[in-house]
């Protein structure tokens, strides 16, 4: 250590503060002999270095975050007493997170995926997550077939690498991800970068008011900086040459003051109009069209701060679906019900039992006030305060007030699949999404489709997966099984 840094920063210690005489030699046995056991500086430095990491999050791993704030623009209080959405001009922190969703920690940015787009409000009545993509639909509608597709995604247990067979037998075989297939490789399957997309959250979610009253709700998050993509080609090329690319993207634009915002809109849908709507209103694969129900602006929100440590902040932040506040709750979708559980089942084995205390997780406008006690990394926060409840100590207390309201249930229970209304099937929508695009978009799409399942190995697997998109559109599915035969010969 140079006398500058000594005096800059005070002398190098170890974890337990005893000043470290040497951070370049490890201590041995005389000149040119063995390192001894006894060098704890060494011993405790490669032990700690073995230890930096923690599990990855096992989908969603690579991502970016920023901190902002949210401002409310519309009165919305007809539709949910949530408190941080109760008054025009309100502003309420939010932590971002997005990401891609198969690759690992270590791989590229601009790939096709789709785009993870988790919003963490810290409101005063608590955090609310919104954990959304960058998509509004999804490739499947049951929780109970998530970890299949998921392994399809990631690489295959023999070959170990992602595998278009394992893919396409899947997508194939289920046949309601169509939509989102059709758009996954459409032109926005792949976009520039984090702050050129928009966000959805994607399921339906319940709003309630003071009176009382439910409304299904749609979150739409308009990017202000315009869409931008990138076609395969030039993705291609900028995965290879800055694997980082929509990282650095967005941390340049807040170092450099250009900060990114999203125009929030929301779709409402009254509770008693759910039941009789053309599609089910709490299926995943579907939107609700603009002409059904049109978007209403809500509020405004802008990423203005980096964090200062992507591990404490980005990799250790946790987000999950189930964290509402009072005016919000859960639907019934059946992706969305087995959301509630996941991530903080994840939470609990990636960063662990106290994840929800680390500065970026706990509230921010409030406190946590629970009887949760101890286990790995507990900070002694609760101090002498009694563990148990209820207690004649003045500890905290339940308010016997639901957050949401409660629904109406019928029949029997069983393996049942989503409920069907008049206009459900699993091709509708996604036929409507490839009749909406002009002649170039058509182009890019099956080119893009037919260049990945050119690369499976056996034809059933092919002509199942071309069905699909034949049944959406007859000729969406011609040009795909054209375009197909042509590159496999
Ligand atoms: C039932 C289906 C699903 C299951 C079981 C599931 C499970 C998970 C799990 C375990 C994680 C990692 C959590 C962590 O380690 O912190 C994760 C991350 C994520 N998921 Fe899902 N997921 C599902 C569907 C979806 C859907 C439909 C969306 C979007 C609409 C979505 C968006 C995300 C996002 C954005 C992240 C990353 C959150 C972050 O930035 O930390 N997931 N998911």
Redesign the pocket.
């Known amino acids: 250590m140079t006398v500058q840094q000594e005096k800059a920063s005070g002398p190098l210690t170890t974890e337990s503060g005893a000043p470290v005489a040497d951070n370049q030699n490890s201590e041995v046995a005389g000149l040119g002999g063995p390192v001894l056991l006894q060098d704890q500086h060494l011993i405790e430095k490669l032990a700690r270095f073995n230890r930096e990491q923690i599990p990855e999050?096992?989908?969603?791993a690579r991502?970016a975050?920023a901190y902002g704030t949210f401002t409310v623009t519309a009165d919305v209080t007809r539709y949910t007493r949530a408190k941080f959405l109760s008054e025009v001009g309100k502003q309420t922190e939010v932590f971002a997170?997005?990401?891609t969703?198969a690759g690992s920690l270590g791989a590229a940015d601009a790939v096709r995926d789709?785009r993870?787009?988790?919003l963490k409000f810290y409101t005063e009545e608590g955090n609310y997550d919104l954990?959304?993509?960058n998509?509004p639909v999804?490739f499947?509608k049951d929780?109970i077939k998530?970890?299949d597709f998921i392994h399809t995604q990631k690489r295959d247990p023999y070959t170990g690498s992602q595998e278009a067979d394992n893919v396409w037998d899947f997508w194939g075989l289920s046949p309601e991800s169509t939509h989102q297939v059709t758009w996954l490789f459409g032109d926005r399957g792949i976009p520039a970068s984090y702050r050129h997309m928009d966000g959805?959250?994607?399921?339906t979610f319940q709003w309630n008011n003071a009176d009382g009253e439910v409304f299904w709700v749609k979150y739409h998050f308009k990017t202000d900086q315009g869409i931008k993509c990138l076609t395969q080609a030039e993705a291609n090329r900028l995965a290879g040459e800055d694997p980082d690319s929509h990282q650095r993207d967005l941390r340049e634009s807040i170092e450099r003051g250009e900060f990114p915002t999203w125009t929030v809109y929301v779709q409402i849908m009254p509770a008693d109009e759910a039941a009789t709507y053309r599609f089910n209103p709490f299926d995943?694969t579907k939107v609700w069209p603009h002409a059904d129900y049109p978007r209403i602006e809500i509020g405004k929100f802008e990423l203005n701060r980096n964090p200062d440590n992507i591990f404490a902040e980005v990799e250790q932040?946790?987000?999950s679906p189930a964290h509402f506040v009072p005016g919000i709750g859960p639907s019934p979708d059946k992706?969305l019900q087995?959301?509630l559980f996941?991530?903080a089942?994840?939470?609990r084995y990636?960063?662990g039992i106290n994840a929800d205390q680390l500065p970026v997780n706990r509230p921010h406008a409030t406190e946590a006030r629970t009887y949760g006690r101890d286990g790995h990394m507990y900070d002694g926060r609760h101090g002498r305060a009694k563990n148990y409840e209820p207690n004649s100590f003045g500890g905290p207390a339940e308010t016997g007030a639901p957050l949401w309201q409660p629904a109406a249930v019928t029949g029997y229970t069983g393996n049942h699949a989503a409920p069907s209304h008049p206009e459900d099937n699993d091709f509708v929508q996604a036929g409507n999404l490839y009749r909406l695009m002009s002649e170039e978009e058509k182009g890019r799409l099956i080119d893009n489709l037919a260049g990945f399942i050119a690369k499976v190995s056996r034809e059933d697997i092919v002509d199942r997966a071309i069905n699909n998109f034949r049944q959406a559109d007859a000729e969406y599915g011609k040009r795909l099984e054209e375009a197909v035969r042509a590159l496999r010969g």
């Open positions: 999050r096992i989908v969603h991502g975050g997170r997005f990401s969703v789709p993870g787009f988790a954990v959304g993509n998509t999804f499947i929780a998530f970890p959805f959250g994607s399921h995943l932040s946790i987000f992706m087995g959301r996941g991530y089942d994840a939470h990636r960063v």
